[in-house]
């Protein structure tokens, strides 16, 4: 997937652990409205009714979306999907005993057959993580490999950065909130509105 086109590098290894408890540490500092896009998601869950709710994380980082869903709703299963060991050693201090109801999986949503082998979800989740497909014209093909992951009256919802006025300059990397709508819709999802929008982030939930 990072061959062509020419893939923006990152500034920071997220494998590396002091890179990523660097980025763990200041993420709530820097974006504090975080917040209220992990409650938005939380809730977004809880309004799918399931008994046995089953959810899949893409990027799951240092647990913080999973700390606020585990802690709001019943999950039968919740896997954590991310390619840094590190943030999933960080997840795991963050969430404690909770720790216990999370299968963590190490792989990269970059490379091609990355979800191969797993089971379908009632929802995948995803919090600042699809601009690390390191350029924006992935996205809609990625979203193509997750579409199928979901089960009847499952949902994806995805939050990244975005482009443009209020947002992020790098026009490689990030999507403006229509481009976003454009690859969600190119990638299978039929149903797609926007949730929240908040100082440089959005959030979208999509069916298909």
Not at 30 to 47: H, M, N, S, V, Y
Not at 103 to 111: I, V
Not at 178 to 200: P, Q, S
Request: hydrophobic share 40%; net charge neutral; aromatic share 8%.
């Amino acid at each position: 997937m990072n061959d062509s086109p020419m893939a923006v590098p990152s500034p920071i290894d997220l494998r590396k652990m002091d890179d990523a408890r660097e980025w763990a540490e200041k993420a709530m500092e820097r974006r504090p409205w975080r917040e209220e896009f992990f409650r938005t998601i939380a809730q977004e869950l809880r309004r799918l009714d399931c008994r046995a709710l089953t959810v899949l994380e893409l990027g799951s980082g240092p647990g913080f979306l999973a700390q606020r869903v585990l802690e709001s709703s019943l999950t039968a299963a919740y896997v954590a999907l991310d390619f840094s060991p590190s943030m999933h050693t960080l997840a795991k201090e963050r969430l404690g005993a909770l720790a216990d109801r999370v299968q963590f999986l190490e792989a990269d949503f970059r490379n091609a057959g990355w979800n191969t082998g797993l089971p379908m979800f009632n929802a995948v989740v995803s919090v600042q993580a699809v601009h690390e497909l390191r350029h924006k014209q992935h996205a809609p093909s990625f979203y193509q490999r997750v579409r199928p992951l979901l089960r009847s009256r499952g949902v994806f919802l995805m939050c990244d950065h975005f482009c443009g006025q209020g947002g992020m300059s790098d026009t490689s990397l990030y999507m403006t909130s229509e481009e976003h709508e454009r690859a969600l819709r190119t990638g299978g999802f039929t149903r797609v509105e926007m949730l929240l929008e908040k100082g440089g982030l959005t959030l979208f939930r999509a069916a298909p």
